[in-house]
């Protein structure tokens, strides 16, 4: 029975890639390089800084500049254009009112975290996070899991990580947890459950009790 879920953030809880895609072009633009909104998504959807190094190669262009470039359109970039994904609110819902505990564990520092949830006004389902700011081991290392499970004295057989990249799978399960892939199957990763939207993550929890 899952009572607790360890959320990713980006592109799990929140669609932020859309925003990283789009801010990723306009620097681009800005710099005098027209590269497709799609490439871009691929590699961002690996990381940030991966898709500042795959950007950067792509034009042969200093990765800092990129960077750089990058902040300033994302910082434009509200927390309105980048919700939650359909679902989350009622899962996050559904674990508190059980008597459960939703965490998240990102890579995003608090900073953007803190203005995601309370746009949305999400704070009030979350017991703890850790960020990029704790600087604990980054994903796919489990050391923020494990933080998070010890903290918030977790049952590791009741407690799942969502997200949609293979490092959250395989931190999560390297935590000792069932680890849930939000998106298609990945070869790099063997997730306990695949969904492809989180109604069918709501209906799996729920079956589980």
């Known amino acids: 029975m899952i009572r607790n879920i360890i959320w990713d953030v980006d592109g799990t809880l ?4 859309p925003a990283f895609s789009y801010s990723f072009q306009l620097a681009l633009k800005d ?23 795959a950007l950067a190669e792509r034009c042969q262009v200093d990765e800092n500049i990129i960077g750089v470039k ?9 927390a309105l254009d980048q919700p939650p994904f359909e679902c989350v609110i009622e899962i996050c819902n ?3 009112e059980s008597g459960g505990k939703n965490l998240i564990v990102t890579h995003r ?21 850790t960020t990029a700011d704790d600087a604990y081991k980054r994903k796919p ?4 899991f494990l933080v998070s499970i010890a903290k918030h004295n977790l049952n590791p057989v009741e407690t799942l990580a969502v997200g949609d990249r293979d490092i959250d799978v395989l931190a999560g399960q390297a935590a000792g947890l069932e680890a ?24 799996w929890i729920e079956k589980s009790r």
């Not at 990058?70 to 509200?78: A, C, E, L, P, V």
């Not at 290392?141 to 923020?144: L, S």
């Open 180 to 203: 849930c892939l939000f998106g298609d199957p990945l070869p790099t990763c063997q997730p306990d459950l695949i969904v492809q939207n989180f109604a069918q993550l709501l209906a």
């Open 14 to 17: 929140f669609d932020t890639y």
């Open 31 to 53: 710099l005098g390089y027209d590269v497709p909104l799609d490439w871009i998504t691929q590699q961002a959807r690996i990381s940030i800084d991966f898709c500042v190094k």
């Open 70 to 78: 990058f902040d300033k359109f994302y910082s434009s970039t509200t």
């Open 141 to 144: 290392d489990p050391e923020a």
């Open 94 to 96: 559904f674990i508190v």
């Open 109 to 129: 520092r608090a900073e953007g975290l803190m203005e995601l949830l309370d746009t949305f006004n999400l704070r009030q389902y979350f017991s703890g996070w």
